[in-house]
T-cell receptor, first 113, second 112 residues
């Protein structure tokens, strides 16, 4: 079983839709959870960062962590064509300056005008 | 501009050759991470350096090596290249676990 599982999609939605992206993980030591957005042929950019279970909201984006189920989600409200990208979940164990992020394989999202 | 600089952006080379990829981390970040991204494997962790010292190793082949210099820039050396080494190679830097990673724009390596 891979440490982090992410549905690769692809996911295609109309503009304005609510998008739900999900990852599951097996390592109960993971404490930091992140979502990265990667446009084609670009480097991933940090979108959301959470530490504990619960929800974190930033504009149209909401990150949700359920440590008991080892499940994290990213919701995008009122999706826009500019949201079309690959979304990667990532997580790490505590480690101060020595920490390694483990990534999901990414979900390719297309938002159609 | 993320603050992490990677050069070159593109590299085409023949099998059996050796190449060096360069990364300058974001100002103030002591940690540098190298990742390989291919279509079927996703982002795979290769190696981490912290302030000049190797701190963690991932799925890095013996043909690959890296180092971090006193000015904190890092180089990833890939030798005896094979067709399967064709991929995007990303460098990321971090100031600590609470910062997340900041990625460079990557080097696209094509081995022919």
């Amino acid at each position: 079983q891979k440490e982090v599982e992410q549905d690769p999609g692809p996911l295609s939605v109309p503009e304005g839709a609510i998008v739900s992206l999900n990852c599951t993980y097996s390592n109960s030591a993971f404490q930091y959870f992140m979502w990265y957005r990667q446009y084609s042929r670009k480097g991933p950019e940090l979108l959301m960062y959470t530490y504990s279970s619960g929800n974190k909201e930033d504009g149209r984006f909401t990150a949700q962590v359920d440590k008991s189920s080892k499940y994290i989600s990213l919701f995008i409200r009122d999706s826009q064509p500019s949201d079309s990208a690959t979304y990667l979940c990532a997580m790490s164990e505590p480690g101060g300056s020595n920490y390694k992020l483990t990534f999901g394989k990414g979900t390719l999202l297309t938002v159609n005008p | 501009d993320s603050g992490v600089t990677q050069t070159p952006k593109h590299l085409i080379t023949a099998t059996g050759q050796r190449v060096t990829l360069r990364c300058s981390p974001r100002s103030g970040d002591l940690s540098v991470y190298w990742y390989q991204q291919s279509l079927d494997q996703g982002l795979q962790f290769l190696i981490q350096y912290y302030n000049g010292e190797e701190r963690a190793k991932g799925n890095i082949l013996e043909r690959f090596s890296a180092q971090q210099f006193p000015d904190l820039h890092s180089e990833l050396n890939l030798s005896s290249l094979e067709l399967g080494d064709s991929a995007l190679y990303f460098c990321a830097s971090s100031g600590g676990a609470a910062d997340g990673y900041t990625f460079g724009s990557g080097t696209r390596l094509t081995v022919v």
